[in-house]
Antibody, heavy 118, light 107 residues
Framework: QVQLQESGPGLVKPSETLSLTCSVS????????WSWIRQPPGKGLEWIGD???????SFNPSLKSRVTISVDTSKSQFSLKLTSVTAADTAVYYC????????????WGQGTLVTVSS | DIQMTQSPSSLSASVGDRVTITCRAS??????LNWYQQKPGKAPKLLIH???SLQSGVPSRFSGGGSGSDFTLTIGSLQPEDFATYYC?????????FGQGTKLEIK
């Protein structure tokens, strides 16, 4: 069973860069597209982007100019960087495994709350 | 981008009731439609993929239907653990997009 675990700072100052890492266990890093999804408090889900183990990426156009996603296959980890954050970026950030056979997010991390505040 | 619209936004029902949630895509998405259940403080959980395929381990009281742009999630007989928020999500094209959610509450 694939398990994912997010890690990173829970508090980021406005205009700075949000950085999160997702550690993958119980499955091959080459088996899924590795995604980031966020959920502002009390609101719905927003897909941020994903990466394949080859390094190929895809991003939500609404965030593309501020987002970098990278993968470290040797550590079975992938990471998110979101630059120039504002209060609107305050959210629970989830990492998830997108299965290209079922075209669905099959596995999710527990999520981590990132608050943007000075 | 494809917009996903769910109805209703909230729903009150009793244990044992049969409930249906609707999801409409802003354009054709074939059967690339998934349903997730989210409980407070938890990550979403995949229930249905490909519009009607039940994810392994999900009770058979959950069923999905539809194709094209109109879809449904039906819970055949509500159990106490089913009270949660439900999201549809399209994977026909990126950016992947979700409906706004339907909160299912106990009457």
């Amino acid at each position: 069973q694939v398990q994912l675990q997010e890690s990173g700072p829970g508090l980021v100052k406005p205009s700075e860069t949000l950085s999160l890492t997702c550690s993958v266990s119980g499955g091959s890093i080459s088996s899924y597209f590795w995604s980031w999804i966020r959920q502002p408090p009390g609101k719905g889900l927003e897909w941020i982007g994903d990466i394949y183990y080859s390094g190929r990426t895809s991003f939500n156009p609404s965030l593309k100019s501020r987002v970098t996603i990278s993968v470290d296959t040797s550590k079975s980890q992938f990471s998110l960087k979101l630059t120039s954050v504002t209060a609107a970026d305050t959210a629970v950030y989830y990492c998830a495994a997108y299965d290209s056979s079922s075209y669905s997010f099959q596995h999710w991390g527990q999520g981590t709350l990132v608050t943007v505040s000075s | 981008d494809i917009q996903m619209t769910q109805s209703p936004s909230s729903l009150s029902a009793s244990v044992g009731d049969r409930v249906t949630i609707t999801c409409r895509a802003s354009r054709f998405i074939s059967s690339f439609l998934n349903w997730y259940q989210q409980k407070p403080g938890k990550a979403p959980k995949l229930l249905i993929h490909g519009a009607s395929s039940l994810q392994s381990g999900v009770p058979s009281r959950f069923s999905g239907g539809g194709s094209g742009s109109d879809f449904t999630l039906t819970i055949g007989s509500l159990q106490p653990e089913d009270f949660a928020t439900y999201y549809c999500q399209q994977s026909y094209s990126t950016p992947h997009s979700f409906g706004q959610g339907t909160k299912l509450e106990i009457k």
